[in-house]
């Protein structure tokens, strides 16, 4: 893919230049790359310079960081400057939003920021790049910017040989009205065998004020390590609660941390993965993810648990995916996504023990209902002036769910759990063998768990139920 960010390293000397990282403009030229939980490293050695990047973000502040180590490995003094390369996009799409973008300069860091007020739930967010070296100073002459990504590549220009590496500064120039990019310069001596440390930082923030405080705390080579090392202890308390051993080391090496990063740091954080690319929030999507961290981390089921509650309508339907922090997402006639919230509801509890996660209070959406000839609907849904429990939520999503069809299996709707049966009980007739078991394996132990409240009632209809949806099944299943 062609990469929206750079670290490029040149010698003042010779005007010849490469990235830090093989893209984009790394060439034929080696490089070792090493990708740990939580941050990954790239070295690379030319011209009698080393250099390893560090990237990894803080574990409490929005930004990432590039810590560039380098070193002269010649016998003579190197003159090098670096320069961090980023595009805005500030959008869903670069070529839609650029026009709205505006570059400027925080007066108290020199950082480049970047705003795009016509984005109506980010309008008041901020951008920012910042580059910095101990060996400089934030308003030096060796440290120069712009925020003109067509003064920085060039007209028919790209980043494998963009035009401001083959001049002297940068232009100094933001402002609104340009093709927007971040970029920063600065300049730095090496003597033989010395190292030094530039450190590099985009991040975002809801304030224009937090600005200066993060960037003047990660301009400290010390505090830049401390936090890595703190990334890397909470990888390790997270991901090394299980240790897997088997015959097969391949296997090891993949359930062993590997896994278990993926789906924290991909599904649940970044939600993007094969198929889910939005990094909209999925009903059974992450209730199916955040149930591999039970035993690892159970605070995060455990607030994932109520936080999709909260997405569930007072019918007992739920949005099949939301985009936050407005709430936009599609209503449907998904079958199985409102069952994923008690079936996770009783994982947890049994996995940890804790009932209390049922005494949780969430509240509903309010909503229009689907139309008859209605599939699904995008919308904005209002929060409900009703909440309820967990244990509310649950049996609301249950007791939507218990109606069958001629053979008496529950109905699909518009998918059990395989989207591509869309239209299988589209019209309301279609039944679902899966969606019956998947409901038994709920009934019984939420009988249990509605008896042991005093709910008896409910308790006794679950288990019929259960029992009328057993003789269904094993009518309808073949072997």
Not at 52 to 80: D, G, I, M, Q, Y
Not at 358 to 383: I, M, T
Request: with cysteine; hydrophobic share 40%; aromatic share 8%.
């Amino acid at each position: 893919d062609p990469p929206g960010e750079a670290v490029f390293i040149r010698d003042e000397d010779t005007g010849a230049f490469w990235s830090a990282t093989p893209l984009p403009a790394g060439g034929p030229h080696r490089y070792r790359i090493r990708h740990g939980q939580g941050y990954s490293v790239y070295e690379h050695a030319r011209g009698g310079v080393a250099s390893t990047l560090t990237l990894f973000v803080p574990r409490s502040e929005p930004v990432k960081v590039f810590r560039l180590a380098l070193k002269n490995t010649a016998a003579t003094p190197r003159r090098l400057s670096i320069t961090l390369y980023a595009e805005w996009v500030l959008g869903e799409n670069r070529s839609r939003s650029a026009i709205h973008v505006v570059t400027a300069l925080d007066e108290a860091t020199g950082a480049v920021v970047a705003t795009n007020h016509y984005r109506p739930e980010f309008q008041n967010r901020t951008g920012f790049l910042d580059l910095w070296t101990s060996a400089s100073g934030s308003h030096t002459t060796a440290r120069t910017y712009t925020g003109d990504r067509t003064e920085f590549i060039g007209r028919n220009a790209t980043l494998r040989r963009p035009a401001a590496l083959g001049r002297d500064e940068l232009s100094n120039r933001v402002g609104a009205g340009h093709d927007p990019c971040g970029a920063i310069r600065i300049q730095l001596d090496l003597q033989p065998d010395e190292e030094q440390v530039v450190i590099g930082l985009l991040g975002d923030v809801s304030d224009p004020a937090q600005i200066q405080q993060i960037v003047e705390r990660y301009r400290d080579v010390q505090a830049v390590d401390e936090s890595l090392r703190a990334v890397s202890r909470f990888w390790d308390d997270v991901l090394g609660t299980i240790t897997v051993r088997t015959p097969d080391r391949a296997m090891d090496l993949v359930l062993n941390r590997w896994l278990l990063y993926q789906t924290l740091a991909c599904r649940i954080w970044g939600r993007s993965a094969f198929y889910q690319s939005s990094g909209a929030f999925g009903f059974r999507d992450q209730l199916q993810d955040t149930l591999a961290l039970l035993s690892s981390a159970p605070a995060i089921p455990r607030e994932h648990i109520v936080h999709a509650a909260s997405r569930q309508f007072v019918e007992g339907d739920v949005q099949h995916w939301w985009h936050e922090p407005g709430g936009q997402g599609v209503r449907t006639r998904f079958s199985d996504d409102r069952l994923w919230l008690p079936y996770a509801a009783l994982h947890y509890v049994r996995a940890t023990g804790d009932s209390t996660l049922l005494d949780e209070q969430a509240p509903f959406l309010a909503g229009r209902v689907l139309k008859p000839e209605e599939h699904e609907a995008y919308e904005l849904p209002a929060v409900s002036a009703e909440s309820g429990t967990l244990y509310e939520h649950c049996v609301r999503a249950i007791d939507i769910s218990l109606a069958t069809g001629e053979h008496g299996l529950p109905l699909m709707g518009t998918g059990d759990w395989n989207d591509g049966m869309s239209l299988v009980g589209a019209e309301g007739k279609g039944e679902s063998v899966w969606l019956g078991w998947f409901l038994i394996s709920i009934l019984r132990p939420f009988a249990d768990v509605a008896a042991a409240r005093g709910d008896s009632e409910r308790s006794e209809r679950y288990r019929q139920a259960a029992d009328a949806l057993t003789v269904a099944l094993e009518n309808a299943w073949d072997g």
